[in-house]
């Protein structure tokens, strides 16, 4: 299972972006998917989740900011950030946990993929 996070660009103080996360691959399913990010000499931490049944969370610095969504027709992943901040300079990369194809419509051996990341830089 391969993932593909794009739409990380500079934008100014205030502005608004949305990243995107197209999953490619054969599997049964996908129970999670999740925004996590890194800015220079920090740790990776979540952003955003969002689960199977449609449920979220978001982290408390971008709540109420930062929306997650999700499009399974597509097998596609959405993170929608507004009035973004230079403290949201960071590397975004996108995360899913599920499971592998088992035999006939059963499922198989869980996975959890990360794609490569996408560049987002606030200026102030």
């Known amino acids: 299972v391969q993932l593909q996070a794009s739409g990380g660009r500079l934008v100014q103080a205030g502005g608004s972006l949305r990243l995107s996360c197209a999953i490619s691959?054969?599997?049964?399913?996908?129970?999670?998917m999740a925004w996590y990010r890194q800015a220079p000499g920090k740790e990776r931490g979540l952003v955003a989740r969002i689960t199977s049944e449609g449920n979220t969370e978001e982290a408390a610095s971008v709540k109420d900011r930062f929306t997650i969504s999700r499009d399974s027709a597509d097998n596609t992943m959405n993170l929608h950030m507004n009035n973004l901040k230079p403290e949201d300079t960071a590397v975004y990369y996108c995360?899913?946990?599920?499971?592998?194809?088992?035999?006939?419509?059963?499922?198989?051996?869980?996975?959890?993929?990360w794609g490569q990341g996408t560049l987002v830089t606030v200026s102030s």
């Open positions: 995360n899913a946990f599920g499971f592998l194809q088992g035999k006939g419509w059963s499922p198989g051996r869980s996975f959890h993929s």
């Open positions: 691959g054969t599997f049964h399913s996908i129970k999670t």
